[in-house]
């Protein structure tokens, strides 16, 4: 079986999971991206920060936006690494972001795919381009690790 090269942005939203996983927040990273080049890049830190909403998705937003100096996303993509929970997919959708890139599913807090299923609720007011499973196997064998170190 052909195992078909990670991409260049997941690789990189996975390296940012990796520096979260050293600093002991759950790994999860994410990439922000225009026109090709990367704008921004932040891993989970809700623990370093004291901020339950530092997830890696809203700091990569918050970064995107301040690089861009503008709220809207219009034409970016997100690749994170793990299916975002109903926060970050509503703040994907309020920043207009065009694609989202991610790598495992996440039954138990996703909002993608599972749960609340944001981009498919009547009230969303963007829904972006989904493509999920890019990286899957990476991201899950990382979040499983650091779990199984855990316990």
């Not at 979260?20 to 704008?39: C, L, M, N, R, Y």
């Not at 994170?80 to 994907?92: R, S």
């Not at 944001?118 to 899950?140: K, N």
């Amino acid at each position: 079986m052909t195992k078909w090269p990670l991409p260049e942005h997941m690789a990189l939203a996975l390296a940012q999971a990796n520096l979260a996983a050293a600093a002991g927040e759950v790994p999860v990273g994410a990439v922000a991206v225009k026109d090709g080049k990367v704008i921004a890049t932040a891993h989970n830190a809700p623990r370093g920060l004291s901020d339950p909403t530092a997830h890696a998705e809203m700091l990569a937003i918050r970064a995107a936006a301040a690089a861009l100096g503008q709220e809207r996303l219009d034409g970016c993509e997100l690749w994170v690494t793990l299916e975002p929970c109903a926060m970050c997919a509503g703040a994907i959708a309020h920043a207009r972001i065009g694609k989202l890139y991610y790598g495992a599913a996440d039954p138990k807090g996703g909002a993608v795919e599972h749960g609340a299923r944001v981009f498919e609720q009547e009230q969303c007011l963007h829904r972006p381009e989904v493509y999920p499973g890019i990286g899957e196997a990476e991201a899950a064998e990382l979040l499983r690790g650091f779990f199984r170190d855990r316990r």
